[in-house]
């Protein structure tokens, strides 16, 4: 897309945020303006060994509706942690680096805020659940002024409502017995209810994008499900949209709504979470599906993606397009555009993106961000 193509989508989407908090527009109508918008995200951070910048995202495009549920997935390193972290504006800056994009809440761009904005945005119009809650908890504040603390900053209410907030967050999130658990310690917590405070923590102030970074890593199953569900309640009565960050496709299959799947700082596949898993179209993506163990798929030795990576076959599968990727099996990479970036996002069919190889007959075509008004039919 041109970047004059770029300023044209998101001007008009300025003007459907404005008109959105304005409340000039019906409910159906103001769900399908997204809440959050990336768009050709790019984050660097400098090398300690003094070699060249370690491109960390690279052109991330996503979009994030009302009361919708976009799961981030991918391995370790992909890039996943870091854009939600930009949408929050905590990434250290030195050593990290926007380097070109932006991030549109509510018409705003939140690259080019000051900290002092941020704080108006952060922690209560888009929250985060960490995935490490014993690094995120200072332990030498008790649970109740770390909570209350997050409600003081961002809601106008003295020391009895902003307890009464609290513990009512508590109770949400399934912790009994809360007024006591007030004055007791992160230390004196669990792994799976430190876990249960930070979700407490971000959802107290009512936000309007929740990112939740392995939001269940430390809980056994039950009460994993139990948090799963809440959050799909909360989504219902608060038209909050979740940007969910997990490795486990399980749980991708169960609440998502729409999936991207990310490697090495780019998007590769981009798609509603059934069309994706009835039929993954990137040879990445169905890496990672056969790289799962099945119950009655008896064999010596698992599935690897490279397996699947390093076929030449698995990228001969859509027509006019090769899917891309940075070590290609040989006589399959195609001759790229020159002087521009090899990879480019393709909407391969209606709403269906697939990271590919900019060729020269790519170069020469418009290509659509992605921007997928899709909620599943069991909310």
């Known amino acids: 897309?041109?970047?004059?193509?770029?300023?044209?989508?998101h001007d008009q989407s300025t003007q459907d945020a404005v008109r959105a908090m304005s409340g000039g527009v019906g409910s159906a109508e103001r769900l399908a303006i997204p809440v959050?918008?990336?768009?050709?995200?790019a984050v660097s951070f400098d090398n300690s060994s003094g070699g060249p910048r370690i491109?960390?995202?690279?052109?991330?495009?996503?979009?994030?509706?009302?009361?919708?549920?976009?799961?981030?997935?991918?391995?370790?390193?992909?890039?996943?942690?870091?854009?939600?972290?930009?949408?929050?504006?905590?990434?250290?800056?030195?050593?990290?680096?926007?380097?070109?994009?932006?991030?549109?809440?509510e018409g705003r761009d939140i690259v080019t805020l000051s900290e002092e904005e941020m704080l108006s945005i952060?922690?209560?119009?888009?929250?985060?659940?960490?995935?490490?809650?014993?690094?995120?908890?200072?332990?030498?504040?008790?649970?109740?002024?770390?909570?209350?603390?997050?409600i003081f900053l961002h809601q106008k209410v003295g020391p009895d409502e902003a307890k009464r907030i609290a513990v009512q967050a508590m109770k949400d999130v399934g912790i009994k017995k809360p007024e006591e658990r007030l004055a007791m310690y992160p230390h004196q917590f669990s792994g799976g209810m430190r876990q249960r405070v930070m979700i407490a923590m971000a959802l107290a102030c009512r936000p309007k994008v929740l990112l939740a970074d392995e939001p269940t890593t430390a809980l056994d199953v039950t009460i994993q499900a139990q948090i799963l569900e809440l959050l799909r309640e909360l989504q219902r009565t608060r038209d909050m949209g979740i940007m969910l960050i997990?490795?486990?496709?399980?749980?991708?299959?169960?609440?998502?709504?729409?999936v991207c799947v990310m490697y090495a700082g780019r998007?590769?596949?981009?798609?509603?979470?059934?069309?994706?898993?009835?039929?993954?179209?990137?040879?990445?993506?169905?890496?990672?599906?056969?790289?799962?163990?099945?119950?009655?798929?008896?064999?010596?030795?698992?599935?690897?993606?490279?397996?699947?990576t390093h076929d030449p076959a698995e990228f001969?599968?859509?027509?006019?397009?090769?899917?891309?990727?940075?070590d290609m099996p040989a006589g399959v990479r195609p001759e790229g555009a020159p002087g521009r970036d090899e990879h480019v996002l393709v909407e391969v069919r209606p709403n269906r993106w697939v990271g590919c190889w900019r060729t020269p007959e790519l170069e020469a075509r418009s290509h659509r961000r992605p921007s997928l008004d899709y909620r599943r039919g069991d909310r």
């Open 267 to 308: 998007v590769v596949e981009y798609a509603n979470v059934f069309e994706l898993f009835d039929e993954p179209l990137h040879p990445y993506t169905r890496g990672l599906f056969r790289s799962i163990p099945m119950l009655r798929d008896t064999r010596e030795r698992l599935v690897t993606i490279k397996d699947v």
């Open 122 to 150: 952060r922690g209560g119009k888009i929250a985060m659940i960490f995935q490490e809650p014993m690094t995120s908890l200072n332990p030498v504040y008790n649970i109740g002024d770390q909570l209350m603390e997050a």
């Open 316 to 326: 001969r599968k859509i027509p006019g397009v090769i899917p891309w990727w940075p």
């Open 36 to 41: 959050l918008e990336v768009a050709d995200l």
């Open 55 to 105: 491109q960390a995202v690279n052109g991330v495009n996503m979009t994030l509706f009302p009361q919708q549920t976009l799961a981030v997935v991918g391995e370790s390193g992909c890039g996943k942690s870091v854009t939600a972290m930009s949408t929050m504006q905590l990434i250290a800056r030195p050593p990290g680096r926007f380097d070109r994009g932006s991030i549109l809440f």
């Open 1 to 9: 897309m041109s970047p004059s193509a770029v300023k044209t989508s």
């Open 246 to 258: 997990t490795h486990n496709l399980g749980v991708v299959a169960e609440n998502a709504d729409v």
